[in-house]
């Protein structure tokens, strides 16, 4: 399976999107939004490049979980052993790197990680968005109000571009 082929489960299920959008137009939508605010926000763009590239790379073999869909413990199992996989034919050094570089996503400790997790909410908000101009249904407020909940006040630009998707869907209502 590759990333292409895997849709985002939650747009399918909670929102009742009949064709959602896959986890490598996610991943993408999130490189291009996270290289322009990292270069902005003076971050390490190339690391934060590669854990976009990274965080979802699982799901190419254990598909895309909602949360509640499995424990936390099991999708980690799962997560952890595809990774695994997916990295053992790379060099050494490479292979150490992006496993270091996954998990400090995971454990979200960093000032890098952290961003990259805002980011994917980000992307989620910009994507409901787009569903919402697209006529779907008004199940996307959940969407909006989960970036809303992890964007917090640090980030101006980003709490900006939500206001500013905010602004734009409700001229559409």
């Not at 490189?31 to 934060?48: F, P, V, Y």
């Amino acid at each position: 399976m590759d990333l292409k082929s895997v849709n985002r489960a939650g747009w399918a299920s909670k929102a009742e999107i009949s064709s959602p959008e896959s986890v490598a137009d996610h991943v993408f939508s999130m490189c291009a939004s996270g290289m322009l605010i990292s270069d902005i926000l003076g971050l390490d763009t190339e690391k934060a490049m590669r854990m976009i590239l990274l965080h979802d790379l699982a799901e190419s073999i254990v598909g895309d979980y909602m949360p509640g869909q499995i424990s936390e413990s099991q999708k980690k199992k799962e997560e952890d052993a595809a990774m695994k996989k997916i990295l053992s034919s790379l060099p050494a050094k490479i292979k150490r790197q992006y496993a270091e570089i996954w998990r400090e996503y995971l454990q979200n400790k960093t000032e890098l990680s952290r961003f990259v997790h805002r980011i994917d909410k980000l992307e989620m908000a910009l994507q409901a968005d787009r569903y919402k101009s697209q006529g779907h249904s008004d199940k996307l407020d959940q969407f909006f109000e989960s970036a809303h909940k992890t964007i917090d006040s640090q980030d101006d630009i980003l709490k900006d571009i939500l206001k500013a998707l905010n602004r734009s869907a409700s001229k559409r209502n």
